[in-house]
């Protein structure tokens, strides 16, 4: 970023950096390490990570986790005035509650070829016939998002080969 960054950027990188702070705690459990938080006037209101695994619960991915959180801290299930961040392109399942729940924004820093929905492979957000429009800044810390999961993958592959681990 450097002499280009601007004061925005700066907030967006240190609330990415809270994000994967969450993703490593995930990746402590065995979950993939995506982390996720919810932000309201400048304040981390809420925080989540991936744990589908650990609570045996496919809906429990971390954006979902942090927006039930910020629900519950502001008594209203529409956060219309909250950015969310989070480590990797949302799927289609989160991206559909974001929407639901009206967010402002999305900040993400991977891209996820293989499921986003922020323009990897769909873009719920850009959907003209939905009521609802965030507005999308992807690629914050993107190198070092995308580095957590690629280690977490490599690490996976190989107890893969040495234990016969089927699990994804």
């Known amino acids: 970023m450097g002499a280009e960054s601007k004061p925005g950027q700066d907030f967006d990188v ?35 990570y991936n744990a589908p695994i650990s609570v045996s619960d496919p809906t429990a991915h971390a954006e979902i986790r942090a927006m039930r959180e910020a629900a519950g801290v502001l008594k209203n299930y529409r956060l219309s005035d909250c950015t969310i961040y989070v480590t990797l392109e949302p799927c289609a399942m989160c991206a559909g509650a974001i929407l639901h729940a009206r967010i402002a924004r999305v900040v993400y820093g991977a891209a996820d070829p293989k499921t986003g929905a922020c323009g990897s492979i769909v873009n719920l957000f850009a959907e003209s016939r939905l009521n609802h429009h965030a507005e999308v800044t992807p690629g914050v810390l993107a190198d070092e998002c995308g580095r957590m999961l690629s280690t977490f993958f490599a690490a996976r592959r190989v107890r893969t080969r040495v234990e016969g681990d089927v699990e994804d």
Do not use: F
């Open 14 to 48: 240190a609330m990415m950096r809270e994000a994967l702070r969450h993703a490593a705690q995930a990746a402590e459990h065995g979950e993939v390490p995506v982390g996720a938080v919810v932000v309201r006037d400048g304040s981390i209101i809420a925080c989540g």
